[in-house]
């Protein structure tokens, strides 16, 4: 080791500042060994590892304060400072452990990757003992404070004193191999660094490594030789007794490299639901073993469980056997074998990499092939859980940053929630005949990669057929259609999987088509959705390359359509969502009458798709000698959810309408939402619209249900309905609050509030649907009464005295999601990420504000959210979300209470650099059962504290009104700060009684939160 001597003057090893020493917005390790052998006492501040001055920016130092320096919680202790921190008591990382003597290894580093970056400071002493576990190293500290997390991009490199300071920043202590390298380690390679291995020891490349075992040795041994000097003159120091020495023998170890039976670095297994089964063999000396174990590593570093091998083969110097490993990864892994309960060796960390998750084939023609080239966009993230198989002999590999599959990978990881894998064979030129074909290279190289997985393949990406409507092929719609079920039965057969899934994408625009052709495809395009397993989605949408064939390199072409369709693959094939949610409605029916046609849309649901404004019909109209023209100049307007009509501005004869049609159709606009994304609807291209007859429609909606009244005041209340069913379609709503003398239009809103009401007064409501023809419902009848505008009785009670038998302290929450996190672990009362999803708890009839925290997804782009769309389904927006830096606050209300409906708000985020990104709240509904005791002749002062939710939303009570069932409101509830103080009496004494009071508070700030106690029956 190289001591040093603060009383000689500066002595310090360093080397000048280089750009490879720069630490990396990205993992990165810095390790030395340090011998306290010098001066731990007085008021003295001796700097181990420099890189720039005290609070510099983009500086990292590593200091060791004596016992006697000012400030308690410093004194003994190494402490860690980053860029700008300029409190030297309230440094970056700051070990527990205080040091007077001893050689350990100190290690600063940070790992986590760009998603969940987090540094740590580890110590640990050094080891005359080869380790068996991590126990001897020690988590000083671990912190997440972004100042240590950024690049940092010092001014120097220096051990032993500060690079701007050495005339009192010096250490008095010995020195050896320090090193730096771009990559993170686990504690238990920690402990082999301490026991003496090198960091070539355990399979790893340095940026530097500096042996120093005497005065003599500052030769950088890493790739890079960087020059470094001495300072001064050290003298050397007796080295650690390490466990891994010359001279000394190591145990016997099992081969440096577990290997999996096809020995590729990097292996993708096939999930089988939550894990795969995988073979590891390797070999082994020594001792006969009696059973092998091994455990995986996770990303971060995280050791798994030890598992023995189950099926194993043992002999004297080579093993096999199969162990489960969970979806998810890259994990590395290690050996050890045992002979009963002894340990005998372990091997070293395993360099080849598990990946657990679901395969998924591409296959087709060149827009396939081009989602794996820049034809498709560059600059993707690589995600570590994705990898691509490819080639005509297989092999494993990561995805790359060109190409639009790693983000279309990327997503379906997200929603999957588990890795994704490709098998890329998609082939330029290539028509739905050659994949037919079973003698053609292309099914014959996708068999062998098949094959190569050896596991089930979940699902497939197809897009072809644009080549053989070019060559002329396509005879009609049905006969494409066929041809393309039975691509989908090969798959199914050469995969062994029954069940495989499918996505089809349509073929893009393109002007070179024929257009008979072109109708055919994608009449047949539309209709593959309707087969089993397979969610289907058009292309038509999305931006065009300069070649007229293909869809745009930049992010609204192969991008967006691949990553929208993706998205729908993950909602119908891992979210259980019907996959007829995630297709457009078709046309059913068309009819005309004088100068316009109807369109009756048949939703695959009935309801749920949203209409927008409808573009892309063509109509064309009959002449008097039989020809016919395409008109000019037609408005299409949306009646209803189910009816679209076409004016035409001329008398119509026979016409013919179609959708999306011929070679190149202009989609400017989609015509139907899903609640989540934009769909068209089902092209349609052979329909010819029939004359209507010249009975008008006569048949009125009808009405069903009981209207809802809630939310009653002295001055309105709110109403709401079930929709109404027609023949046609309905237009729209009326209702009255004077029984029926006069009616107000509400359009096709279901759930409105009437106000400017008189207070104790009894009002006789009716409600009723109309059509375009003008067709009435019969109305639906209620009434209400407002509330008395009585004077307040006056509560002379304090509500703080009110005993804890009748008080309910309710917890609050917060309601802001760290998007881009994905703890394992719930914390009470705030969202919680589960299953691949963040959940919030809801009351369905709180109206309050909930915030996307989008700073991790802008940190790891560089960049900014510039607009944001949220789409709702079972929630509904009251207010709309806005940009605040990082964070997207939300007003939402409602809820949809049947079993099994979908609540969640996605917030479509636009970011600066032209991406954009999806981020989903989902709700589960919770009332607050909170119970309370009473006797049912109890009159009595009972209380709500809602400070937690007051606190956490940061406002106050203007209104509280209560809703008793069972019990009886004696005196209106009234606030006393943060508690709702109310008296109550009487109770449901029957078989099976229902006794509960609602409360609900108007806040300042617009919020509306309800909360409820219960209560149980006692006779005192």
Not at 219 to 224: I, K, L, M
Not at 231 to 259: C, L, M, Q
Not at 405 to 423: C, F, H, S, Y
Not at 592 to 610: H, M
């Amino acid at each position: 080791m190289q001591k040093l001597d603060r009383s000689a003057g500066n002595q310090s090893i360093s080397t000048s500042d280089h750009v490879l020493l720069v630490f990396p917005n990205g993992d990165w390790i810095l390790a030395f060994i340090v011998g306290f052998d010098g001066v731990v006492t007085g008021n003295i501040t001796q700097y181990l590892f420099s890189s720039g001055a005290f609070a510099a920016a983009g500086s990292l130092n590593v200091v060791f304060y004596a016992d006697g320096v000012s400030g308690t919680t410093l004194r003994g202790r190494i402490a860690v400072y980053a860029d700008t921190l300029a409190n030297a008591n309230a440094p970056a990382l700051l070990s527990t452990t205080q040091f007077s003597g001893g050689r350990h290894l100190v290690v600063v580093q940070r790992s986590g990757g760009a998603q969940s970056p987090v540094a740590t400071l580890y110590t640990c002493p050094t080891l005359a003992a080869a380790p068996i576990d991590d126990s001897a190293v020690i988590t000083e500290a671990t912190t997440t404070n972004a100042a240590i997390l950024k690049e940092l991009n010092g001014s120097g490199f220096m051990f032993g004193s500060r690079v701007d300071n050495t005339t009192d920043r010096k250490s008095d202590h010995s020195f050896s191999r320090m090193l730096r390298a771009n990559l993170s380690i686990t504690k238990f390679e920690i402990a082999q660094l301490a026991a003496g291995k090198e960091i070539f020891d355990l399979g790893y490349t340095p940026v530097v490594y500096v042996r120093a075992s005497d005065v003599a040795d500052i030769a950088d041994r890493g790739p890079n030789a960087l020059p470094f000097t001495l300072a001064g003159s050290p003298t050397t120091s007796a080295e650690p007794t390490f466990a891994y020495r010359a001279g000394v023998s190591e145990p016997p170890a099992v081969a440096d490299a577990v290997t999996v039976s096809n020995a590729e670095p990097l292996l993708v297994v096939p999930s089988t639901g939550t894990d795969a089964t995988v073979t590891f063999t390797g070999a082994l000396s020594g001792t006969q073993a009696t059973s092998v174990e091994v455990r995986m590593i996770a990303p971060d570093g995280a050791l798994g469980s030890w598992v023995a091998l189950q099926s194993a083969t043992i002999g004297a110097t080579a093993y096999s056997g199969t162990r489960a490993v969970p979806d998810g990864g890259p994990h590395r892994f290690q050996a050890r074998t045992k002979s009963g309960s002894v340990v005998l060796a372990e091997s070293q960390y395993s360099t080849a990499k598990i990946l657990v998750g679901d395969a998924w084939i591409n296959c087709g023609s060149s827009s396939s092939d081009y989602l794996f080239t820049d034809k498709s966009g560059t600059g993707f993230t690589v995600a570590p859980d994705t990898a691509v198989m490819s080639g005509t002999t297989p092999a494993w590999s990561a995805m790359s940053s060109t190409g639009a599959a790693t983000r279309m990978a990327n997503e379906l990881a997200t929603v999957a929630g588990k890795p994704i894998a490709w098998l890329n064979y998609g082939v330029a030129g290539t028509t739905l005949r050659t994949w037919l074909d079973p003698n053609s290279t292309q099914r014959k190289d996708l068999a062998r990669a098949v094959a190569a997985v050896k596991g089930k393949i979940f699902g497939a990406y197809i897009t072809v057929g644009a080549n053989d409507a070019y060559n002329g092929w396509i005879t009609s719609s049905a006969q494409h259609e066929a041809d393309m079920q039975a691509l989908i039965e090969v798959l199914r057969t050469l995969t062994g999987n029954p069940d495989l899934k499918i996505i089809w994408v349509g073929s893009p625009p393109r002007p070179s088509l024929n257009s008979v052709q072109a109708d055919r495809l994608r009449q047949a395009e539309s209709r593959i959705g309707n087969y089993p397993g397979v969610v289907q989605v058009q292309a038509l949408q999305f931006a065009t390359a300069s070649d007229n064939v293909h869809l745009a390199a930049s992010l609204d072409g192969y991008a967006a359509c691949g990553t929208m369709a993706m998205h729908q693959a993950g909602r119908a094939f891992y979210l259980g969502e019907d996959p007829k949610m995630v297709r457009g409605p078709a046309l059913a029916a068309m009819t005309y009458t004088g100068t316009k046609v109807r369109c009756v849309v048949a939703t695959r649901d009935g309801t749920s798709f949203n209409p927008a404004a409808p573009g892309g019909f063509t109509v064309q109209n009959k002449q008097p000698d039989g020809s016919y023209v395409t008109l000019s100049g037609i408005s299409a307007q949306q009646v209803n959810a189910n009816l679209i009509e076409i004016e035409c501005g001329v008398a119509l004869v026979e016409p013919i309408v179609k959708y999306l049609s011929g070679s190149a159709p202009s989609m400017t606009s989609s015509v139907y939402s899903n609640g989540t994304l934009p769909l068209p609807m089902t092209v349609e291209t052979e329909m010819v619209a029939t004359q209507a007859t010249a009975a008008p429609d006569t048949t009125a909606p009808v009405m069903s249900g009981a209207i809802s009244i809630t939310n009653v005041t002295t001055s309105g209340a709110t109403l709401g309905f079930q929709a109404a069913t027609d023949n046609v379609g309905v237009a729209g709503y009326e209702y009255s609050i004077n029984g029926g003398a006069s009616y107000v239009n509400a359009g096709l809103s279901r759930s409105f509030a009437v106000s400017n009401l008189t207070a104790g007064t009894t009002y006789q409501v009716r409600v009723r649907a109309y059509d375009a023809a003008g067709n009435r419902s019969a109305p639906l009848p209620a009434s209400f009464t407002t509330q008395a505008n009585e004077p307040p009785v006056e509560i002379v009670i304090d509500a703080t005295k009110i005993p804890a038998s009748r008080k309910v302290v309710f917890p609050g929450g917060t309601r802001v999601v760290p998007f881009g996190t994905r703890p394992n672990y719930v914390v009470p009362d705030a969202p919680s990420y589960r299953d691949g999803k963040w959940w919030v708890d809801k009351v369905p009839q709180d109206e309050r504000y909930y915030v996307a925290d989008i700073t991790l997804d802008l940190a790891e782009m560089g960049t900014t959210a510039t607009k944001v769309e949220p789409f709702v389904a079972g929630v509904e927006v009251i207010e709309q979300p806005v940009i605040q830096g990082s964070l997207i606050p939300v007003k939402l209300g409602g809820f949809d209470e049947l079993r099994g409906a979908l609540n969640f708000c996605t917030f479509r985020v636009t970011l600066a650099n032209g991406e954009q990104i999806d981020r989903t709240l989902w709700f589960s509904q919770v009332d607050g059962r909170w119970f309370l005791e009473k006797d049912p002749e109890d009159k009595r002062y009972y209380v709500a504290d809602v400070g937690n939710d007051l606190a956490d939303s940061l406002t106050t009570v203007t209104d509280v009104t209560a809703s008793a069932v069972g019990v009886v409101e004696l005196i209106k509830p009234q606030m006393q700060g943060s508690l709702a103080l109310i008296k109550l009496g009487g109770m449901d004494t029957s078989a099976d009684p229902l006794n509960h009071c609602r409360l609900r508070f108007g806040c300042a700030n617009g919020e509306v939160f309800h909360r409820t106690i219960h209560f149980t029956q006692v006779d005192n």
